[in-house]
């Protein structure tokens, strides 16, 4: 019998993108990712940068073409440019892309670093143009800071940069034609995101503050003109255009849009678990693969191939519910 090279779910989905959170730290507090008091975990209970690049090789070696860094922060994390001169190295081997989620804080500093290393594109978090507003949601007074950092983004050369909003009710959603002008003024793209009931945070009700994508696209595409695009990032976000610009206009809808028929993707967390879906608990715990059989890269493959009976057809995600999954995204990664 022919040896599985791939990743193929029991759905016949094919696994090539993974998403890597090389930390559960972050020096923002945003209110829809963690409450203000999170305790972060032990060094001994992640996952060091040696083998986080070992994961990412095996991922590559399986058939995976996008690998991108999350947190937590991911620029927090001290020496992460040594990881991501490994992983950009495996651009050799089959990897295809290679990017990064961040608040955009550290950017000033790491642009260009990270851009040399080997980041292909960057998708930065903002969710507001609001001073007072950024500091409300964010619970730190740094958006002159994240602004210097797209910026310096900007000059480093990357292949795109995107701006991810998270939009809602009461909080930021009178803002999304601006930011789309600042978007296009800039040439980024923007990317609109449904909010995800994750963790127990009690400082909102989801069905409060939700603000469906479609209602979104509507609202935009009559200001500004939406054409329909078949461009593809690698990830759920369906884009469109406006005519005579370079930008996307991307919407990522987990409520409105279940988008799980055409999941491509696995998530590693920073403790070495992997979850098959976002919203789901299914998991597999590779550190302890990793750390029971060191210098056995086999059993560590063989577990991924294994985990992929694991992944579940869908996600229900339910807007008056408690929430189900009860990490945080600084736990799962963006």
């Known amino acids: 019998m022919t040896e599985p090279t791939q990743l193929i779910d029991n759905f016949g989905r094919r696994v090539d993108y993974v998403r890597l959170s090389v930390t559960d730290r972050c020096d923002f507090r945003c209110v829809y990712c963690m409450n203000e008091d999170t305790r972060f975990l032990r060094r001994a209970q992640i996952l060091s940068l040696e083998e986080l690049a070992l994961l990412g090789s095996t991922f590559v070696g399986l058939g995976v073409k996008k690998i991108r860094l999350t947190g937590g922060e991911p620029l927090v994390r001290p020496n992460v440019l040594s990881l991501v001169q490994e992983l950009g190295s495996l651009k050799s081997q089959g990897l295809q892309e290679l990017t990064l989620t961040t608040n955009g804080s550290q950017l000033v500093r790491l642009a260009k670093p990270l851009q040399q290393a080997g980041v292909d594109r960057l998708n930065i978090s903002l969710d507001t143009l609001d001073p007072q507003r950024f500091a409300e949601l964010t619970r730190r007074d740094k958006l002159a800071e994240v602004l210097a950092g797209i910026e310096a983004a900007r000059e480093a050369g990357f292949k795109r940069i995107k701006l991810n909003m998270v939009v809602m009710q009461g909080r930021n959603v009178d803002e999304v034609e601006s930011m789309v002008n600042f978007s296009l003024d800039r040439g980024l793209d923007i990317c609109f995101i449904e909010e995800m009931p994750l963790g127990e945070v009690r400082t909102r009700q989801l069905a409060q503050t939700y ?121 799962t990664g963006g």
């Open 211 to 331: 603000v469906g994508n479609d209602q979104l696209q509507a609202r935009l595409g009559q200001r500004f003109g939406l054409v329909a695009s078949t461009e593809s990032s690698g990830g759920p976000a369906r884009y469109f255009r406006i005519p005579g610009q370079s930008s996307r206009i991307g919407f990522i809808s987990p409520h409105s849009h279940n988008f799980c028929s055409t999941c491509n993707r696995v998530r590693v967390t920073v403790e070495g678990r992997l979850l098959l879906c976002l919203g789901n608990e299914h998991s597999v715990d590779l550190k302890k693969v990793i750390r029971q059989y060191p210098g056995e890269p086999a059993r560590l493959r063989q577990a991924l191939l294994d985990a992929m009976a694991l992944k579940p057809e869908r996600h229900h995600f339910a807007l008056n519910d408690e929430p189900q999954i009860l990490r945080f995204m600084n736990m």
